[in-house]
C-alpha cells in the first residue's frame, strides 16, 4: 500500500497499478454565496443522477451522494480528455453501473461506494475489481444477529470465539471483504453471502485476507483474488477485491480532496466565464 505514487495516467493503471482514492464530502468551504464548493458539482450529473439526489430527504445522506457522483466523475476526467459532465454509465442486469462512453479509454473501470463522511472510488483497467468502505462509528447493534443471518457457518463460529470486545472489528472486517467481492463480480447480492468465507491476516491491524469458496459456489479458484484493507483514517475501514492478472498489482491508495476542488474550481470558473 502507498499513498501518492504515479500520476493519474491509463500507462500506470496498464501496467498493474489500482488507484483507491477517498474523499470526505465535509472538507469543503463555504464559498460566499452560502452554497458548499461541492455544491457546484450539481453541473455534472446527469437528468437521473439529479433526480435521485433530489429524492435524499436527509441532507447528509444527500450530500454524501451528491459526493461520490462529483468524486467519480472528477477521477475519470483526470484519466480521459472527457469532461466531468459528458461520462455516461449504464448497469448490467444485476445493476452494477459501468462507462458507456464509446470515446472512452477502453478497459478503463471502476468502483464507487460511500457511507456516511466518506466517499471512495478504485480504478484499474482490465480487471474485475470492487471496493467498500464503512463507517466504524454506526450503531454496532445486533452485529452477531447480522453475522448469524448473512455470514457463512465458519465465519460466524470464528468471530464469536472472539473476545467480545474485538467482535465490531472483526465483523466490520468481514462484511466490507464480502461486498468488495461481490462488487468485483458484478452480481451484487444475487450471489448471496454465506457461500464464501473470508479469514483475516493475523494481528490487530490485518492488512489483507485470504478466502475460501464452498464445493457448489461458482467461483472455484480463490487463489485468483487479491484482497487488501485500507485505513485512510480511525473511522472508516476501506475492502478492496481485485482478481489478478498477468501484471503484478498494486494498489495506491491517495485523498482526492484537491483533485475534486480543482475540478470543481475549474468548472465553476469556466462557467463564469461563459455567463460574462
Same mark, same amino acid.
Given at each position: 500500500?502507498?499513498?501518492?505514487?504515479?500520476?493519474?495516467?491509463?500507462?500506470?493503471?496498464?501496467?498493474?497499478?489500482?488507484?483507491?482514492?477517498?474523499?470526505?464530502?465535509?472538507?469543503?468551504?463555504?464559498?460566499?454565496?452560502?452554497?458548499?464548493?461541492?455544491?457546484?458539482?450539481?453541473?455534472?450529473?446527469?437528468?437521473?443522477?439529479?433526480?435521485?439526489?433530489?429524492?435524499?430527504?436527509?441532507?447528509?445522506?444527500?450530500?454524501?451522494?451528491?459526493?461520490?457522483?462529483?468524486?467519480?466523475?472528477?477521477?475519470?476526467?483526470?484519466?480521459?480528455?472527457?469532461?466531468?459532465?459528458?461520462?455516461?454509465?449504464?448497469?448490467?442486469?444485476?445493476?452494477?453501473?459501468?462507462?458507456?462512453?464509446?470515446?472512452?479509454?477502453?478497459?478503463?473501470? %471502476?468502483?464507487? /461506494?460511500?457511507?456516511? *463522511?466518506? $466517499?471512495?472510488?478504485?480504478?484499474?483497467? +482490465?480487471? =474485475?475489481?470492487?471496493? &467498500?468502505?464503512?463507517?466504524?462509528?454506526?450503531?454496532?447493534?445486533?452485529?452477531?444477529?447480522?453475522?448469524?443471518?448473512?455470514?457463512?457457518?465458519?465465519?460466524?463460529?470464528?468471530?464469536?470465539?472472539?473476545?467480545?470486545?474485538?467482535?465490531?472489528?472483526?465483523?466490520?472486517?468481514?462484511?466490507?471483504?464480502?461486498?468488495?467481492?461481490?462488487?468485483?463480480?458484478?452480481?451484487?447480492?444475487?450471489?448471496?453471502?454465506?457461500? %464464501?468465507?473470508? /479469514?483475516?491476516?493475523? *494481528?490487530? $491491524?490485518?492488512?489483507?485476507?485470504?478466502? +475460501?469458496? =464452498?464445493?457448489?459456489? &461458482?467461483?472455484?479458484?480463490?487463489?485468483?483474488?487479491?484482497?487488501?484493507?485500507?485505513?485512510?483514517?480511525?473511522?472508516?475501514?476501506?475492502?478492496?477485491?481485485?482478481?489478478?492478472?498477468?501484471?503484478?498489482?498494486?494498489?495506491?491508495?491517495?485523498?482526492?480532496?484537491?483533485?475534486?476542488?480543482?475540478?470543481?474550481?475549474?468548472?465553476?470558473?469556466?462557467?463564469?466565464?461563459?455567463?460574462?
Amino acid at each position: 500500500m502507498r499513498s501518492g505514487g504515479s500520476a493519474c495516467t491509463l500507462d500506470s493503471l496498464r501496467e498493474g497499478a489500482c488507484h483507491l482514492w477517498y474523499l470526505h464530502p465535509d472538507s469543503f468551504d463555504r464559498v460566499s454565496s452560502g452554497d458548499s464548493l461541492l455544491h457546484h458539482g450539481m453541473t455534472f450529473l446527469s437528468t437521473d443522477e439529479t433526480a435521485r439526489y433530489g429524492r435524499f430527504l436527509v441532507p447528509h445522506a444527500r450530500r454524501t451522494f451528491l459526493a461520490a457522483r462529483v468524486l467519480v466523475r472528477s477521477l475519470l476526467s483526470a484519466y480521459a480528455p472527457i469532461r466531468p459532465a459528458a461520462w455516461y454509465f449504464d448497469t448490467n442486469q444485476w445493476g452494477r453501473p459501468y462507462i458507456a462512453n464509446p470515446d472512452a479509454p477502453t478497459g478503463l473501470v %471502476f468502483n464507487l /461506494s460511500h457511507k456516511p *463522511g466518506m $466517499a471512495v472510488c478504485l480504478i484499474g483497467c +482490465q480487471r =474485475d475489481l470492487g471496493v &467498500d468502505v464503512e463507517d466504524l462509528t454506526a450503531s454496532r447493534s445486533y452485529l452477531l444477529e447480522i453475522a448469524d443471518r448473512f455470514f457463512s457457518p465458519s465465519e460466524v463460529v470464528a468471530l464469536r470465539q472472539l473476545p467480545d470486545a474485538k467482535h465490531a472489528q472483526r465483523f466490520f472486517e468481514l462484511w466490507t471483504l464480502k461486498e468488495a467481492y461481490i462488487k468485483a463480480r458484478g452480481m451484487g447480492l444475487s450471489l448471496g453471502l454465506s457461500g %464464501f468465507s473470508f /479469514s483475516p491476516d493475523e *494481528g490487530p $491491524a490485518p492488512v489483507g485476507a485470504t478466502v +475460501q469458496f =464452498d464445493k457448489d459456489f &461458482d467461483d472455484k479458484h480463490p487463489e485468483a483474488w487479491d484482497f487488501r484493507f485500507f485505513r485512510p483514517e480511525e473511522n472508516h475501514l476501506i475492502a478492496t477485491a481485485v482478481r489478478r492478472s498477468p501484471a503484478p498489482l498494486t494498489i495506491e491508495m491517495r485523498d482526492a480532496e484537491e483533485l475534486v476542488r480543482r475540478t470543481l474550481t475549474d468548472s465553476t470558473l469556466s462557467r463564469s466565464t461563459l455567463l460574462a
